[in-house]
């Protein structure tokens, strides 16, 4: 009897889809697409918590402090996960220089912008960084910017323009020292995110976060450290505390965390155009807790926004 022929060979394995960085992987909603979405919901809604904290506290005195609450609990937390707290081998000095360019300089010239300048014009500039990132990434080859991208920041940048326009735009010789701290707020922190794709993957989002977080500190600290001493705290009020909690667990640690993670994970294109939302955020928690006006061309503004992050996002 002779052997039964050998059963034919398997078809070769269809060769993996190359991978274009900042690219999703599926046509939905990504955790980093929902995680950027909560981030726009804290950091819309600080820019009221904001506000009324400064009625107690100098503005460098409020963010000094909540970065040293900040960093302290991000230092406890990645103990407790990792059992220590180092900088991953060959990155200690990108590690400080994301920190001092993405904590540091970028909080100095933001708090300098809003006490030199209107929030109108600062929010206004700020609105910029989406269009920032995106060039900078295709400039520097950092990232593929497909011509859809282009398009979606375009009209997510002018929706913001419209949202924030009906608060009065002011552009004079009085307020040109804190536009200028705005364009470079927005400079520093489009550099440190396209920065972060720079960090292997094999390093975790929690320690880029702590490590940064860590060594941003520091100058922020000694920025406000006379105002700092000047401060009263055993008689600040509860609502001075709470709005310090808030900015220190929400809108550093928990927004920083899954900012930092989104770039590591779909790019800093994708990731920084949801900042468009934040000024849509703001706007509708100042009308809900501030009694602000909203009025048709915000709903517009809204439009583009909206439709200019789903364009971008694909």
Known sequence: MTAPPPPPPP???APPRPHVAGAPA??????????MLLVCLIWGANFSVVKGAFDYLPALAFTGVRFALSSAFLYLLVRWRYGAVRF????????IWLGI??????QIAFTLALLWSTATNTALILATMPAVVTLLAGVRRIERVTPRM???????TLGVALVISTGGIEFSAATLKGDACAVAAVIFWSVYTLGLRRIPHSVPPLTTTALTTLTGTPGLV??????????DWVRLPAPAWAALAYSSALSLVLAYFI???SVQRVGGTRTAIYMCLT??????TAWATLGERLVPLQGVGAALILTGVLMTRK
Do not use: C, F, K, Q
């Open 11 to 13: 078809p070769p394995e």
């Open 26 to 35: 599926h046509a939905g909603p990504s955790s980093a697409d929902l995680g």
């Open 88 to 95: 991953p081998p060959g990155l200690t000095g990108r590690m």
């Open 101 to 106: 360019l993405g904590n540091t300089l970028y």
């Open 150 to 156: 282009w398009a979606g920041t375009a009209l997510a």
């Open 222 to 231: 000694l920025a406000g450290l006379v105002p700092i001493v000047g401060v």
């Open 259 to 261: 900012w930092n993670a």
């Open 279 to 284: 000024p849509l955020v703001a706007a509708l």
